[in-house]
């Protein structure tokens, strides 16, 4: 019934646009979204990849959400490749999707396809990570952390660990993909912070990528070549979970030998937080889903969102995550 009412409506509003009224509301074979032609919004969603456990509950609330939103979700896995997300870009473009949403895997070099967006009337949300356009009518809005801010509390747990210390601090770093929003402003943040005092020592920072394999194999060379680490701080759980092999492997006591802060707070990151291999998690919700498709409906509706979005998050300690565990969502 409610299909039929739908189509016999549609019918009456493209005649009316035929007939050279031209007022909106209908769409056409040239305006987005002309798809079906129902009512219901059609969304192309360009993912980082699958890296991380972080990137997986994100995937799965993206998913989820879309679904209960009622929104038609084309979901694009980039494999941590920027041009594979242009690619999916342009492809939703052609399709006229409503909506574009993505994870930009690095900040830089969107500007292009972004333009292409913008001239094909679709409106794009960027959720997650951020891109370093100086032009910011290139996108609706940003909904995702603030990174530096989680770079300084980690930097905050590690002055106040050390403060009645005199020693020299020697830290190693573990960066995410490089070029990208969370690495290059966590390892800001952090700095920032510890920069205060002269006996916090950066003595190696090199990416890991975000994943676990490569944590441990950047970590087994820092290892290697630094006999007196202090503290490790990652970027994110994974790697930091890579990194506690390597240092188990390398006979020392994660937690312990090397201090361990990481960022993320997944389910794999609470656990060793819970069982002492990492000293502290400053989180970053993976949980966007929900706030996404709120801000698409708006977004599509053509009504003013927000231009940015900061998702709310805590910080745990080791007796923190004992509590937090059990109702951990992800
Ligand atoms: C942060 C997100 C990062 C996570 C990593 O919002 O982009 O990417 O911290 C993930 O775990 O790989």
Redesign the pocket.
Known sequence: MFKRMSALLLVGATVMTMAGCGSGGTTSASQPGSGGGDDKITMGFSQ?GA?????TA?TKSVQESAKTAGIELKFSDAQQKQENQIKAIRSFIQQKVDVIAF?PVVESGWDTVLKEAKNAKIPVILT??AVDSADTSLYKTFL??D?VEEGRKAGKWLVEEYKDSTETVNIVELQ??TG???ANDRKAGFAEVIGADAKFKVIASQTGD?TRAKGKEVMEAFLKSNPDIDVLYA????MGLGAIEAIEGAGKVPGKDIKIIT??A?KDGMQALADGKINYIVE?S?LLGPQLMDLAKKVVAGEQVPTRVVTEETTFTQEQAKQALPTRQY
């Open positions: 980082v890296e991380s456990g972080w990137r994100n994870s997650d990570r995702g952390s990174f995410g993909t990208s929003a969370p975000f970027h994110n759980d994974d960022v993320d997944v970053c993976p």
